[in-house]
């Protein structure tokens, strides 16, 4: 059936990149996306990228996929205390179809 | 504020409790999915309206949910003699035909079955 699974967590200097990975398991996934999640509030999306795609870079944020291998990552450049947050990658059979999501990455920013 | 309200934000109830939430997408939102997250969790998909027709639910969902949409607005989710395992937040989420990259969740809310 359709997963995605991600580390649990991931603590980076405050400054430095943080890359996030995921897998997932459904290759006919063609809608892969990236959220956050802050402390009380909801469900936000950062940035997706369609499945032709191996890369998509949006200001401090680059979306990597290989596709052979079912492997999505998010690289957030310079990293600040208002990165701290959980991270949920998640996929879609189309634009419309329901969205499957991971467990989620806590992203913890050290000073 | 994403525009999709949810009613209320949090809810005590004791197990055995009818409980009723309410969603309120925007208008232009045809398409309107129910989430369940548990902590340490992603959302789970429960059940997916597209206007007043439910299309799909999921096996999580069992005989004591049932979720409508009446006239493909807002939709409610009852949960008939709640359980402790039926605390979670529930999220809403609501986007425009062909769209996930424009759909939006809502706060959600929180259950408590004590």
């Known amino acids: 059936g359709e997963d995605v699974e991600q580390s649990l967590f991931l603590s980076v200097r405050e400054g430095d990149s943080s890359v996030i990975n995921c897998t997932y398991t459904?290759?006919?996934?063609?809608?892969l996306y990236w959220y956050k999640q802050e402390p009380g509030a909801g469900l936000q999306l950062l940035t997706y990228?369609?499945?032709?795609?191996d890369m998509k870079q949006d200001q401090r944020l680059t979306v990597l996929l290989n596709k052979k291998d079912k492997h999505l990552s998010l690289r957030i450049a310079d990293t600040q205390t208002g990165d701290s947050a959980i991270y949920f990658c998640?996929?879609?059979?189309?634009?419309?179809?329901?969205?499957?999501f991971g467990s989620g990455t806590r992203l913890s920013i050290r000073p | 504020d994403t525009g999709v309200s949810q009613d209320p934000r949090h809810k005590i109830t004791k197990r055995g409790q009818n409980v009723t939430f309410r969603c309120d997408p925007i208008s232009e939102h045809n398409r309107l999915y129910w989430y369940r997250q548990t902590l340490g969790q992603g959302p789970e998909f429960l059940t997916y309206?597209?206007?007043?027709?439910?299309?799909?639910k999921s096996r999580l969902l069992s005989d004591r949910f049932s979720a409508e949409r009446p006239k493909g607005s807002f939709s409610t989710l009852e949960i008939q003699r709640t359980e402790q395992g039926d605390s979670a937040m529930y999220l809403c989420?609501?986007?425009?035909?062909?769209?996930?990259?424009?759909?939006?969740f809502g706060q959600g809310t929180r259950l408590t079955v004590v």
């Open positions: 990228i369609f499945s032709n795609m």
């Open positions: 459904d290759s006919s996934s063609t809608y």
């Open positions: 989420f609501g986007g425009k035909q062909g769209g996930n990259t424009e759909a939006f």
């Open positions: 309206f597209q206007n007043e027709a439910q299309l799909e």
């Open positions: 998640a996929s879609s059979y189309s634009s419309a179809s329901k969205i499957i």
